[in-house]
Nanobody
Framework: QVQLVESGGGLVQPGGSLNVSCAAS????????MAWYRQAPGKERELVAE???????NLADAVMGRFTISRDSANNTMYLQMNSLKPEDTAVYYC??????????WGQGTQVTVSS
């Protein structure tokens, strides 16, 4: 069974920074994509950033230039460095894992709140 453990969420002031992490463990043959999603109250879950097994990254327009996604392949850990945070970034951030054989896994989510 694959498990995703997230950490690093919290309350920050607008303009502040936060780094969230996601550690994957269990029987994983191959990780094809690791991604961060977020969901604000009353809104649909949206893709924030993703990184493929070859290291290619993709960021949503709303966070481009402010967020950076990275990974430590040796530890199957993914990070999302969030800078210049805005109130609009407030959401529950979820880790998502796409593996081969084709499976999707979700973390429990970590709350990020940006408020004065």
């Amino acid at each position: 069974q694959v498990q995703l453990v997230e950490s690093g969420g919290g309350l920050v002031q607008p303009g502040g920074s936060l780094n969230v992490s996601c550690a994957a463990s269990g029987e994983i043959f191959r990780i094809d994509v690791m991604a961060w999603y977020r969901q604000a109250p009353g809104k649909e879950r949206e893709l924030v950033a993703e990184i493929t097994r070859r290291g290619r990254t993709n960021l949503a327009d709303a966070v481009m230039g402010r967020f950076t996604i990275s990974r430590d392949s040796a530890n199957n850990t993914m990070y999302l460095q969030m800078n210049s945070l805005k109130p609009e970034d407030t959401a529950v951030y979820y880790c998502n894992l796409l593996t081969w054989p084709r499976k999707n896994y979700w973390g429990q989510g970590t709350q990020v709140t940006v408020s004065s």
